[in-house]
């Protein structure tokens, strides 16, 4: 396609197989979008394309996106407003016929899997390193641990005697964010193994998509070791309040964290196939190829990962 559409706090410029999504930096954008800067979401992630009356003679273009394509909008579980929407393009009415060609031209290229959840993420994750400051703590992210240094003034009597914590992302199976414009507002880190020790209400999760791939692990867990119920009791938990851990701050930290977890609990277990296969047919050892490639292009595999282990399918043949 090749063009760009202009809206207001939005730029989005459409290419052969992705939208690109720039975020105008200013005083009314939201700090979330200037967080984010750009975004590129491929037309594999998307499900649908909606164009909607918005308010005060706007009109609102809305890309879809498949349910577990993006680690942003599967970390923040249905909590965003939808002026804090990054797939929202509001634009003056008049350019409503405008927009409805590009809606149009979207729908044509959305994928044959546009109907189903996605099995990986689609769309890339703010990247590390990331910090932000909580009400009882420093939270800090490098790609491979994430830490919380707590503060004296904030943190509960629970977290100053677990000292600080430092939780290796292999040990980890997600997170939990509860927005800071919401009542107890917190990021989780879940143990694994204790997925289901705290309900999901009490978490701020739901039952939608994704809800079960944001409990996650943290710190070296002791066989039956119980979770807190309050996040302000859990050394593996941060805490937000007035001006703690916003959510332009901790939503991309949150992402970022789950995007990690994913992949590296996808390449151990490839890892494991292959080293147990036996020989196998060609066919076979050119789709896992094939699909280790698309893993490679989307980010989730290293260019050393890849080369290592393109070379030990092809020795199996």
Do not use: N
């Amino acid at each position: 396609m090749g063009d760009v559409l202009a809206g207001i706090q939005a730029i989005w410029e459409f290419d052969t197989d992705s939208v690109l999504i720039r975020f105008e930096r200013g005083i009314r954008t939201p700090r979330l979008f200037q967080s984010l800067r750009e975004r590129r979401v491929p037309h594999a992630a998307l499900s649908s394309v909606t164009l909607t009356p918005g308010k005060r003679g706007t009109v609102v273009l809305r890309a879809v996106p498949r349910p577990g394509a993006d680690p942003l909008l599967e970390a923040a579980a249905g909590q965003l407003k939808d002026g804090c929407d990054p797939y929202r393009l509001v634009l003056p009415a008049e350019r409503e016929t405008l927009a409805e060609y590009y809606a149009d031209e979207l729908r044509a290229r959305l994928g044959p899997d546009a109907g189903e959840p996605a099995e990986r993420f689609l769309v890339a994750a703010p990247e590390a390193p990331m910090r932000f400051k909580a009400y009882d703590g420093r939270a800090s992210f490098d790609g491979d641990r994430i830490s919380f240094r707590w503060f004296w003034t904030g943190a509960s009597s629970q977290k100053w005697k677990a000292g600080d914590q430092t939780f290796p992302v292999t040990e980890l199976s997600g997170v939990e964010w509860r927005s800071p414009e919401a009542f107890e507002g917190y990021l989780r880190l879940v143990p694994r193994g204790l997925e289901s020790t705290v309900p999901a209400a009490a978490a701020g999760l739901g039952d939608g998509p994704g809800a079960a791939l944001r409990a996650g692990t943290a710190h070296s867990v002791q066989p039956g070791a119980a979770r807190p119920t309050r996040a302000d009791e859990d050394p593996a938990a941060v805490i937000f309040g007035l001006g703690y851990g916003p959510v332009h701050e901790s939503l991309p930290f949150a992402a970022a964290v789950l995007e990690s977890v994913r992949r590296k609990q996808s390449t151990p277990a490839a890892a494991t196939a292959l080293a147990s296969a036996g020989r196998r047919d060609p066919a076979d050892i050119a789709e896992r190829i094939h699909h280790l490639g698309e893993l490679h292009q989307a980010g989730l595999v290293t260019d050393d990962e890849f080369s290592a282990k393109k070379a030990q399918l092809l020795a199996e043949l």
